[in-house]
């Protein structure tokens, strides 16, 4: 099946900076989401972005679909970003039986 | 609040025991999906209903099955309960069944096998 790397692992910001999350995925891809996991476990959508660039408030996202890989960007970091983001995907054509994958996911912690 | 509802929120059992877990969907979307989050396999994909219908499926075991209603709730079963099932279970929906479907999670249920 199709491979989603996302990198860093883990990342901690103090608050008010910035940073960049990056997934690498190994196929062409239909259906690319970036999601939020909460410290209380809830998963929150932010992007749906199988191609180019989209924005929400301090987050954007950007994939390039020709070169495999998506870049979710957080601006001016705050506590409540804490918690994990995770890449989401869909390989093109892959058959009714192929739903998103979803890679390991990067903590982000953001200090006070 | 993502408008999908999943209960109950914990569940604690024991091992070889039989549980169900519960999901509605948001207003409006007619597929629902499970996914099973656990430290060591991450996030996977188990099963997915549209309209009442089994779409898809992923690395489900043999032991759960699921179901989705006319109603279009769904239920996902797990019996033989084994310590290796203990995890985090997630329901989410979409209004149709297709590559460019944004998911919406519930808040999941916590299952633990003692």
């Known amino acids: 099946g199709i491979q989603v790397e996302q990198s860093p692992p883990d990342l901690i910001l103090q608050e008010g900076a910035n940073s960049t999350l990056r997934c690498n995925f190994s196929?062409?891809?239909?259906?690319l989401q970036w999601f939020h996991q909460n410290p209380w476990g809830q998963l929150i959508n932010l992007f749906y972005?199988?191609?180019g660039t989209k924005q929400n408030g301090r987050l954007s996202a950007t994939t390039v679909a020709t070169e495999r890989y998506s870049l979710l960007y957080i601006s001016s970091s705050q506590t409540t970003d804490s918690g994990v983001y995770f890449c989401?995907?869909?390989?093109?054509?892959?058959?009714?039986?192929?739903?998103?994958?979803f890679g390991k996911g990067i903590t982000l912690s953001v200090r006070p | 609040d993502s408008g999908v509802t999943q209960t109950p929120k914990h569940l604690i059992t024991a091992t070889g025991q039989r549980v169900t877990l519960r999901c509605s969907p948001r207003s409006g979307d007619l597929s629902v999906y499970w996914y099973q989050q656990s430290l060591d396999q991450g996030l996977q994909f188990l099963i997915q209903?549209?309209?009442?219908?089994?779409?898809a499926k992923g690395n489900i075991l043999e032991r759960f099955s699921a179901q989705q209603f006319p109603d279009l709730h769904s239920e996902l079963n797990l019996s033989s309960l084994e310590l290796g099932d203990s995890a985090l279970y997630f329901c989410?929906?979409?209004?149709?069944?297709?590559?460019?479907?944004?998911?919406?999670f519930g808040s999941g249920t916590q299952l633990s096998v003692l």
């Open positions: 196929d062409s891809v239909n259906n």
């Open positions: 989401a995907v869909e390989r093109s054509g892959a058959g009714a039986n192929s739903k998103l994958t």
């Open positions: 209903y549209y309209n009442g219908e089994e779409r």
């Open positions: 972005i199988p191609s």
């Open positions: 989410a929906s979409s209004y149709a069944d297709g590559p460019n479907e944004k998911l919406f």
